[in-house]
């Protein structure tokens, strides 16, 4: 089993930064092998992709939104998976959840249901 505990939400004002860590744990050995991905749930909205990083981090994605503004990274060996938030907007505001991929894809996935693991989630909320 792989628990995973996002963190590093906040309130911050428009352009502002921050930085969401996603701490995982359990199965030794298969967290490294893992696809990760971020998204985020707007109150009355669907979830949304963000971003994501291969198992190896040679290979990121972005939704256009964010594009320029947010980096995803990891930390295998801490089993840490981050993101950094800069030139924040209002329109940034929903619970960022991290997501964990245990299927082997040649390609990054966007799809909510292809996740396998998900943290509870992180509040972000910009100010105008």
């Known amino acids: 089993q792989v628990q995973l505990v996002e963190s590093g939400g906040g309130l911050v004002q428009a352009g502002g930064s921050l930085r969401l860590s996603c701490a995982a744990s359990g199965r030794a050995f298969s967290i490294s092998t893992f696809a990760m991905g971020w998204f985020r749930q707007a109150p009355g909205k669907e979830r949304e992709f963000v971003a994501a990083i291969h198992w190896n981090g040679r290979s990121t994605d972005y939704t256009d939104s964010v594009k320029g503004r947010f980096t995803i990274s990891r930390d295998n060996t801490a089993n840490t998976v981050y993101l950094q938030m800069d030139s924040l907007k209002p329109e940034d505001t929903a619970v960022y959840y991290c997501?964990?991929?245990?299927?082997?894809?040649?390609?990054?996935?966007?799809?909510?249901?292809?996740?396998?693991?998900w943290g509870q989630g992180t509040q972000v909320t910009v100010s105008s």
């Open positions: 997501a964990a991929d245990s299927r082997y894809r040649q390609f990054l996935s966007a799809t909510p249901s292809r996740y396998d693991y």
